[in-house]
């Protein structure tokens, strides 16, 4: 059974940044697995921005890319998403977790862009 937990979330001004990070308590070997950063906005299903491999490659939507980066400290288990050039779009509360297997969601942190 996972458990995630995902912090750095705040309230921001349009072109500001912000640093996630999403820790996984897990019996899984962390660097075997893709992770992702997904995102849900009020009234939207939920997506995903950014996905990372255990050696590093990393996918972005396009939404953020150019933007957004993620990484990851295997050695933490812990992934992260480093957020430039926020915008009012951006809102939304954000998510880590395991991606293409089957896994519990964390708790998210909320990410707000005033403009």
């Known amino acids: 059974q996972e458990h995630l937990v995902e912090s750095g979330g705040d309230l921001v001004q349009a072109g500001g940044s912000l640093r996630l990070s999403c820790t996984a308590a897990?019996?899984?070997?962390?660097?075997?697995?893709?992770m992702g950063w997904y995102r849900q906005a009020p009234g939207k299903q939920r997506e995903l921005v950014a996905d990372?491999?255990?050696?590093?490659?990393?996918n972005y939507a396009d939404s953020v890319k150019g933007r957004f980066t993620i990484s990851r400290d295997n050695a933490k288990n812990t992934v992260y998403l480093q957020m430039n050039s926020l915008k009012p779009e951006d809102t939304a509360v954000y998510y880590c977790?395991?991606?293409?297997?089957?896994?519990?969601w964390g708790r998210g942190t909320q990410v707000i862009v005033s403009s």
């Open positions: 990372i491999t255990g050696w590093g490659h990393t």
């Open positions: 977790n395991f991606v293409a297997v089957a896994a519990s």
């Open positions: 897990s019996g899984r070997i962390f660097s075997n697995y893709v």
